[in-house]
């Protein structure tokens, strides 16, 4: 199984989670296994509380689990976090996290200029060619996180994340409260940079659009573990009846249409 | 994993340029990682940096990136702003560095430039102070305005009144803010009856102490020390709630139901203060007369019998009246203004923390402001 090769940009093994709220817990993973190999875009579904977001903040290290190891790049997760984490792995969050007081340029500049290495010319250029690799104007430079739109948050929040080159690159429900137009923009701009940057992508995402048009394998959650891992041809032939209700049901069909032809290749 | 000799893995990593000897001429040559995290190793940077000047100096150069391990878009930025932003005549690169050097090349733009404010615009900002002032003092009026008709509204109809917020906001600002404040004026009345002690002993005077710190405690400490106490606990924390409510869009939710935020945010903390001041500032006095009370028995042999039996004369009761009074219009005022703070927050979080520290400056200041004037009213009273 794929899972257990040891050149995976993330290797999760024997994962358990424990909720505890109000003196009850709750498992949320029982002996999960995942691993994910280089230049994957993988995307995890599951239920809601099946513990996706979860995953995702222990791969970044902002939380410990109960037992089981996390390694990302080769190292344990909770070491991600130590000075230049931000060229090891970038995260896009839900609703973009943009520092308020921060213009746009300097968000974008800021975990370039905590490395104190720079001068700032140089750092202004690096920021600028990334807020146009996402697809803005330059002219959004001095922009405040309040004057932009959702859409533009999240770009804004995408060049953040790549602005140390990441070889690993974590959405969070990146098209939740976009409108169609925007969400299938930002679907295309992320899927050139895939592609372009040879990036390893780990996404969560309830939207069955954004999945088909970005995954070139998916893992589904269910039963506190990791059912099934495959492209999205492969899952959806799991008998599984959450996998069936989730792509086979009516929502799943008109997504289908978008499936990536590509998914194969890579 | 083994570590097969990492010093010298880790010294293949640094990004190096040297420049060789050719058949056709001068070759740059480059090696390592040059990639953002590696680049900022102290020092690396800088003494790239002078390694480059040689070949921001020689157009002829002859570049040959092929050695380069790792490349991203920082070193790729280096690189071209090294070539002056245009490609040089000899070039050695891997397809896919350069496919990461055209990128920059083609999203390298000037800066656009930051809009600076003009000499003009600089004394318009100045105007824009004063009209902020006007703005603050307007929105405050027409705060208190609603508050007066929601009053009203209160006492046409006080059985659907927010009393559960009242009484929710009665304990949050003031039964949690008996430790801090007992201790505070425990302490005053300690320190104040230690100094004067020292002085009274003197003179002979020991007996004046009742006088002394009952009037000062009574009068003006107690009722300024409980509002100014207050005002830096709770005052900040009504901003902060009303405040985060705006940046949450809460206001926003209240408003298109038909709840008007006054009504329901506004009196019930400011009927909170109005009820709960007054009680703090008897607590506050209190503590402090126990404090005082314990050094007097021990410094000045003043014993708390003579201290309690003095009290009634030395100081008129018309006095305790003024501080209940005092006390209910400082609680009024540091809610009104933490409220009136909370409600500008603008949704980001630096204009949060700048509407919490204008909140308690402002209530602490309306309330010596206050004070001034009922010392000034009252002079005629209970001395």
């Not at chain 2, 070539?83 to 350069?98: D, V």
């Not at chain 2, 105007?127 to 705060?143: I, K, P, S, W, Y």
């Not at chain 2, 900040?236 to 405040?243: H, L, R």
């Not at chain 2, 949450?248 to 109005?274: C, F, H, K, N, S």
């Amino acid at each position: 199984m794929s899972a257990l090769q040891t050149d995976n940009v993330v290797q999760i093994e024997g994962l358990w989670t424990v909720f505890r709220s109000a003196g009850r817990e709750f498992l949320i993973h029982q002996d999960l296994n995942l691993g994910i190999p280089r230049g994957q875009l993988m995307s995890l579904v599951g239920a809601s509380g099946s513990g996706k977001t979860t995953i995702l903040r222990q791969i970044l290290g902002l939380e410990t689990p109960e037992r089981g190891r996390v390694q990302v790049l080769g190292k344990p997760a909770d070491k991600l976090g130590e000075r230049g984490a931000a060229s090891r792995v970038g995260m896009l969050f839900q609703h973009g996290a943009l520092f308020s007081a921060f213009n746009v340029l300097d968000n974008i500049a800021f975990p370039l200029r905590e490395l104190r290495a720079f001068p700032a010319a140089l750092i202004h250029d690096v920021a600028m060619v990334k807020l146009q690799m996402v697809g803005l104007d330059a002219s959004h430079a001095y922009k405040m996180p309040a004057d932009l739109s959702g859409g533009m948050v999240k770009r804004v929040a995408l060049a953040r994340a790549l602005v140390m080159d990441p070889p690993l690159l974590l959405l969070d429900e990146p098209t939740a409260g976009l409108d169609p137009d925007s969400a299938d923009a930002f679907c295309a701009l992320l899927r050139s940079l895939h592609t372009e940057l040879g990036l390893t992508v780990v996404m969560v995402t309830h939207d069955l659009d954004t999945l088909f048009e970005l995954s070139t394998h998916v893992a589904v959650l269910a039963d506190k573990r990791v059912l099934t891992v495959g492209t999205p041809q492969e899952v959806m032939r799991d008998p599984h009846p959450f996998v069936q209700d989730f792509f086979l049901g009516e929502r799943g069909r008109r997504a289908m249409a978008l499936l990536r032809t590509d998914s194969a290749a890579v | 994993m083994s570590h097969p000799l990492p010093d010298r893995r880790s010294a293949d990593r640094v990004p190096k340029l040297s420049i060789e000897q050719g058949a056709s001429g001068s070759i740059a040559v480059m090696r390592g990682h040059w990639c953002a995290e590696r680049l900022a190793y102290p020092g690396v940077y800088e003494r790239l940096d002078r390694a480059l000047q040689a070949g921001r100096e020689n157009a002829d150069l002859c570049w040959d990136l092929r050695g380069i391990e790792r490349l991203d878009h920082t070193g790729a930025q280096i690189i071209w702003n090294t070539w002056g932003r245009a490609w040089p005549h000899q070039l050695q690169t891997l397809p896919g560095q350069r496919t990461l050097i055209e990128r920059v090349a083609r999203y390298c733009v000037p800066m656009p430039v930051e809009p600076r404010r003009s000499l003009g615009q600089r004394l318009l900002a100045l105007g824009e102070v004063l009209m902020r002032l006007t703005d603050h003092l307007r929105d405050f009026t027409q705060m208190v305005g609603q508050l007066a008709l929601d009053t009203l509204r209160l006492l046409r109809a006080p059985r659907e009144g927010p009393w559960r917020d009242v009484s929710g906001n009665v304990f949050r600002i003031g039964t949690t803010a008996l430790p801090v404040t007992a201790l505070v004026g425990c302490i005053i009345g300690i320190v104040m009856t230690y100094l004067m002690a020292q002085q009274f002993r003197r003179f002979g005077a020991d007996n004046l102490i009742v006088d002394v710190l009952g009037l000062a405690v009574i009068r003006e400490l107690g009722p300024m020390l409980a509002a100014i106490l207050v005002a830096g606990r709770s005052g900040s924390a009504i901003t902060a709630q009303i405040g985060v409510m705006r940046v949450t869009d809460e206001l926003d939710a209240m408003r298109v139901m038909g709840i008007a935020p006054v009504y329901r945010l506004v009196m019930p903390r400011a009927i909170a203060m109005a009820i709960v001041q007054p009680l703090i500032t008897v607590w506050t006095i209190a503590a402090a007369l126990l404090g005082g009370m314990l050094t007097a028995d021990w410094l000045l042999d003043v014993t708390p019998y003579h201290v309690l039996s003095a009290l009634p004369l030395a100081v008129k009761v018309s006095n305790l009246f003024l501080a209940l009074g005092k006390s209910v219009v400082f609680g009024t005022l540091i809610a009104l203004v933490g409220c009136h703070f909370g409600l500008r927050v603008q949704p980001d979080t630096e204009s949060l923390g700048r509407g919490t520290t204008a909140s308690v400056v402002a209530s602490i200041t309306a309330v010596l402001l206050a004070d001034a004037l009922f010392a000034v009213l009252f002079k005629g009273v209970g001395l």
